[in-house]
């Protein structure tokens, strides 16, 4: 039903306000039920799991393998992809979003919407948990440390990028050249912020578990 209601109204400037506006009351009521969701037994057995290794790379693996990354050239092109990927996610969902109106699709419609609606959740939450864990960025002097002063946990490029490809693989289950080329970028998007040295591998983990989980919720209510 909601896909149907979607597809009727996504086309209008009218509707679109409408849709997004139920998109944000759902989103909200999504995140007030975050603590009841994440105990659910059916969670808890993938949940676990992440929370257990996001654990090990901030003790074990963050700083060392961040060390590793010296290539001032390799720094700056992993930059300049990760940059170039996530317009290229934002752009591909404006443009099936608009071509689908243009030619009357409504599926494609849906699907552009429906991504660009999981990338701004993604981004919304993503932005909270910045400013809650004021993570430092990986830098020469930097140790990682919580409430230090930054923006680095989680991964707002992995966040978003997930967000994009949970969406997309929802709308397009059955054609796995698009379900598997949406999670192939978001992968490149998300692990090049590691050696660009704008993450630590932990936030890119949470980030991208994150944008999965939004993406899920936006195509499901």
């Known amino acids: 039903m909601r896909c149907q209601t979607l597809n009727e109204s996504v086309c209008t400037l009218g509707g679109w306000t409408h849709d997004l506006r139920n998109e944000a009351k759902q989103f909200g009521i999504g995140v007030i039920h975050i603590p009841r969701a994440m105990v659910r037994p059916t969670n808890v057995r993938w949940e676990l799991p992440i929370a257990a290794t996001t654990g090990v790379?901030?003790?074990?693996?963050?700083?060392?393998?961040?060390?590793?990354?010296?290539?001032?050239n390799l720094i700056q092109t992993a930059s300049t992809w990760s940059n170039v990927g996530l317009?290229?996610?934002?752009?591909?969902?404006?443009?099936l979003w608009g071509a689908g109106c243009h030619k009357h699709r409504s599926?494609?419609?849906?699907?552009?919407?429906?991504?660009?609606?999981?990338?701004?959740?993604a981004g919304t939450v993503d932005l909270a948990l910045k400013l809650a864990f004021d993570r430092q960025f990986p830098s020469r002097n930097s140790r990682g440390a919580f409430w230090g002063g930054g923006r680095s946990f989680p991964s707002g490029h992995a966040a978003t990028s997930f967000a994009f490809a949970s969406a997309m693989a929802h709308y397009y289950a059955h054609d796995r050249w698009v379900k598997w080329s949406a999670y192939a970028l978001a992968t490149g998007v998300s692990l090049s912020r590691y050696p660009a040295k704008k993450h630590y591998l932990s936030d890119i983990l949470v980030g991208a578990t994150i944008g999965y989980l939004a993406g899920d919720y936006v195509v499901s209510h």
């Open 87 to 95: 317009g290229l996610e934002l752009g591909s969902s404006a443009m």
């Open 107 to 121: 599926h494609a419609s849906t699907a552009g919407f429906a991504a660009l609606s999981a990338m701004g959740a």
């Open 57 to 72: 790379l901030i003790a074990e693996a963050d700083r060392p393998a961040d060390n590793r990354i010296q290539s001032q």
